[in-house]
């Protein structure tokens, strides 16, 4: 629970106003958030907005409202659903996704097939229409985050802040040799305890994760050629999707789609699958390294930063990287290579460029967590 005047609360408005949405005079955005939310927090987003002289648009969710809309909607009503929020989100500028989930398993019950339905009618056409803009995603802390992280929740309030505030300009600076590098490599290898896999990025964008789209943040991600992920991969940290925990996902790949999925829950995994077409075929492929994000935390806006580890998303892939597929869903699954967790390599056109979670390579060092520490 924030103070009111929590001076941290300010800084954080302030960056997201400035920084990733760089809100402009005359510019309309809307804030999505839940009730769960410390409404303080909404309020200084709103005052930095306006200071700004932008305009504020507000949509206040509830997930219990919204598993009970789920559980009786129908095809129809979601569809209305989709085109009213299409429409409103054509006449923004931006879009700021705030979310503070007390129970991140309040959609768990909900039957696959209701899911299913919502995913491709109301979220693929929500997706779509809030990446045409300026968009940015955050969660602010609160005990529940707290108790998935395994940490009191006033210990979580100041690793949240002190995570989330770095200087961005100067890690985007450091990004800039890796982006160079990855923009000229065709062939990815990935080595490691139950991992062998491999793919081209070859003439795919490679885009900074420095605190625009996202706070935490620390990443860079590209997509790889859809037909060319070969191999199989098992994930060292858990992924939620719609309430349900996964762990020790195994995933065995031909020509880019999924040919072999089993993890703790390998039905439901299955369903995910079968979304869609694109469901099965990878949208994204990350390396991430913020130094102080070291451990998972079941929380996929932090789990996909953590220093050392990388990151491929089943589905929907990202218009700066574009590889052709799509999805109505952009599922995030995090492998870290630091020794503590098994350690691995990952190759560039055969050349090692970062083993056990460290960059080897001379001009890549800079992103070595003491480095990065330093700057």
């Known amino acids: 629970m924030f103070f009111l005047k929590d001076p941290r609360i300010q800084k ?57 809309l789920v559980l009786g909607g129908t095809k129809e009503q979601f569809e209305i659903l989709a085109e009213i929020e299409v429409e409103r989100l054509a006449k923004m500028d931006g879009y700021i996704n705030l979310r503070s989930p007390i129970n991140t398993s309040e ?11 919502y995913a491709k009618t109301y979220g693929k056409f929500q997706s779509e229409a809030i990446y045409k803009k300026k968009w940015m995603t955050t969660r602010f802390p609160n005990a529940s985050m707290a108790q998935e992280a395994r ?25 800039e040799p890796l982006k160079e590098y990855m923009e000229k490599t065709k062939l990815v290898e990935i080595k490691g305890p139950q991992i062998d896999l491999s793919f081209s990025i070859e003439n795919m964008g490679v885009i ?41 996902i195994s995933l065995t790949f031909a020509n880019g ?63 700066e990287a574009d590889n052709g597929n799509k999805s109505a869903i952009h599922w995030d699954l995090i ?19 970062r083993k056990d979670g460290r960059f080897v390579i001379p001009e890549l060092e800079v992103l070595n967590p003491e480095r990065v520490l330093a700057q």
């Open 12 to 68: 954080i408005a302030e960056l997201i106003v400035n920084h990733s949405i760089k809100v402009q005079p005359n510019e309309h955005i809307l804030i999505q958030t839940n009730t769960e939310i410390e409404l303080s927090v909404v309020r200084e987003i709103i005052k930095e907005i306006h200071k700004a002289d932008g305009f504020a648009h507000i949509d206040l969710r509830d997930a219990t409202v919204t598993r009970q």
């Open 107 to 117: 959609l768990s019950d909900i039957p696959s097939e209701k899911m299913e339905l």
């Open 151 to 175: 940490m009191s929740t006033e210990a979580f309030e100041d690793f949240y802040f002190d995570i989330c505030t770095v200087d961005y300009k100067k890690l985007s600076a450091a990004m």
């Open 208 to 248: 900074k994760g420095d605190g625009i789209d996202n706070i935490p943040d620390g990443e860079l991600y590209t997509a790889p050629i859809r037909d060319s992920v070969n191999g199989t991969i098992t994930f060292n940290t858990p992924a939620t999707f719609n309430g349900f925990t996964f762990e020790n």
């Open 257 to 319: 789609k999924v040919v072999k999925a089993t993890a703790n829950h390998s039905e439901k995994l299955s369903e995910i699958l079968n979304t869609d077409e694109g469901a099965s075929y990878v949208g994204e492929f990350a390396l991430a390294f913020n130094p102080k994000v070291t451990v998972p935390m079941n929380n996929t806006l932090f789990d996909e930063k953590i220093d050392g580890s990388f990151h491929i998303a089943l589905g929907n892939c990202f218009d």
């Open 335 to 353: 492998s870290i290579q630091r020794p503590d967790y098994g350690g691995g390599e990952i190759y560039f056109d055969g050349q090692l460029v």
